[in-house]
């Protein structure tokens, strides 16, 4: 069953596509919105924080949460993420770990793995196609997430699980910007081209591309070792 704050998320994302909360409009506060959602405010708060991440809204401290839906933003003014751990940080972890696992699938994914990966590719372009940012980044972190658990190294699983929340921020972050919004699929797919022909070296090189073109999208480089 989704979570209260995703289907407050989804919610909110269509009112704000629908015109029902306009470009440069501030939301309702929190108590009138949590309770036309039916949720609690820590619930909306969390959904906040994702919209944020995509760029649909931002918060001004004092003043509320504004829909900006698309309007560009300075590497600066990138909202907090999880843990309090700084963007650049994270992008650099998974520039380090990613490309790793993407070489292991390569090597270890069976057919049966590569569906599931298959199955969140297809499911975050169907959501990019309908504009649905939301469910969009959600299919972009299980096609993460399985590509880490396909490379039969439960350390390596563990790690990248245990800082879900920081790599799903981060996740979101890209597709705040309206031109690159089919960047990450289009470098998904490199990525599985080179798994399906279990090709570890180029599967390596396609994930690690897909991260540094990622963060670039939002203001953000980082050394790699």
Do not use: C
Not at 101 to 109: E, G, I, K, N
Request: net charge neutral.
């Amino acid at each position: 069953m989704p979570r209260l704050s995703s289907v407050a998320a989804q919610t909110l994302q269509r009112q704000i596509h629908d015109g029902v909360y306009p470009h440069g409009q501030p939301l309702p506060g929190q108590r009138e919105l949590a309770a036309s959602l039916g949720i609690s405010r820590a619930a909306l708060r969390e959904a906040v924080s994702t919209l944020e991440a995509l760029g649909l809204v931002r918060s001004q401290a004092g003043k509320g949460v504004f829909v900006t839906r698309g309007s560009s933003r300075a590497t600066s003014e990138l909202p907090a993420g999880p843990l309090a751990l700084p963007p650049q940080q994270v992008f650099q972890f998974r520039a380090v770990v990613k490309p790793a696992a993407a070489a292991l699938a390569a090597r270890q994914a069976d057919e049966a793995a590569r569906a599931v990966l298959h199955d969140a590719q297809a499911r975050m372009e169907a959501a990019l196609h309908g504009l649905d940012l939301v469910s969009a980044s959600k299919a972009d972190l299980d096609f993460h997430l399985a590509l880490a658990a396909q490379s039969a190294n439960p350390l390596l699983n563990a790690a990248i699980h245990s800082l879900e929340a920081p790599i799903a921020y981060s996740l979101r972050l890209p597709f705040a910007d309206p031109a690159g919004l089919w960047a990450p699929a289009d470098e998904h797919r490199a990525v599985l081209l080179a798994i399906d022909a279990h090709d570890a070296q180029a599967a390596h090189a396609a994930m690690l591309t897909h991260l540094v073109r990622a963060a670039a999208r939002v203001g953000i480089s980082f050394e790699l070792p």
